[in-house]
């Protein structure tokens, strides 16, 4: 299994960001996916998961902020993080079951 994590960069606080994780060599349409960030000397927390289904999950500093989705027949998973603070800053990871991408580094200006 492979993930690919893109779409990170630098944004002014209040601006927004699409994420996208690629999945391939797996059964993606069967299984959950999920995102964490990393901020610098802090551990990887989880920021929303989603279902194959479709039903999400936020943590509660992203409730509202956030949105996660997933396109099966492109087996790609998207996060759009609008009303980004500078407390969003991080590296973000992509999860399917064991296994992790490389990570995008996303980081909010004040």
């Known amino acids: 299994v492979q993930l690919v994590e893109s779409g990170g960069g630098l944004v002014q606080a209040g601006g927004s960001l699409r994420l996208s994780c690629a999945a391939s060599g797996s059964i993606f349409r069967r299984n959950d996916m999920a995102w964490y960030r990393q901020a610098p000397g802090k551990q990887r927390d989880l920021v929303a998961t989603i279902t194959p289904t479709g039903r999400t999950s936020y943590a509660d500093s992203v409730e509202e902020r956030f949105s996660l989705s997933r396109d099966s027949a492109k087996s790609t998973v998207y996060l759009l993080m609008s009303r980004l603070k500078p407390e969003d800053t991080g590296v973000y990871y992509c999860?399917?079951?064991?296994?992790w991408g490389q990570g995008t580094q996303v980081t909010v200006s004040s």
């Open positions: 999860l399917e079951g064991p296994y």
